[in-house]
């Protein structure tokens, strides 16, 4: 079992940016891929970002555009998704998950985390 905590969500103006993070616990993180998902309101769960669990290989949601950058510390059991440019269209729950190697898709993942709100509004 794996147990994800996101935190660092909030509100926060067009253009502006915020840093989620996703503590983990339970089996060894460093032996899995991580990813982050969201989910806006009356919207399926859409990919955002994943990271391979030495770092070597990323990918990320055609939307992305460069603007968010997904990391993680294994030696501290997180992960983290900085997020710059926000747009309103980018306010959703997001979600941390973990599997053995890394996927974009949703049904692939067994662990998510609760999830935090990002809103992003003038």
């Known amino acids: 079992q794996v147990q994800l905590v996101e935190s660092g969500g909030g509100l926060v103006q067009p253009g502006g940016s915020l840093r989620l993070s996703c503590a983990a616990s339970?089996?060894?993180?460093?032996?899995?891929?991580m990813g982050w998902f969201r989910q806006a309101p009356g919207k399926e769960r859409e990919f955002v970002a994943t990271?391979?669990?030495?770092?070597?290989?990323?990918r990320y949601g055609e939307f992305v555009k460069g603007r968010f950058t997904i990391s993680r510390d294994n030696a501290k059991n997180t992960g983290y998704l900085q997020m710059n440019s926000l747009k309103p269209e980018d306010t959703a729950v997001y979600y941390c998950?973990?599997?053995?190697?890394?996927?974009?898709?949703?049904?692939?993942?067994?662990?998510w985390g609760q999830g935090t709100q990002v809103t992003v509004s003038s």
């Open positions: 339970g089996r060894t993180f460093s032996s899995y891929a």
């Open positions: 990271i391979s669990w030495k770092s070597d290989y990323t």
């Open positions: 998950v973990v599997r053995p190697t890394v996927s974009t898709t949703t049904r692939l993942y067994d662990y």
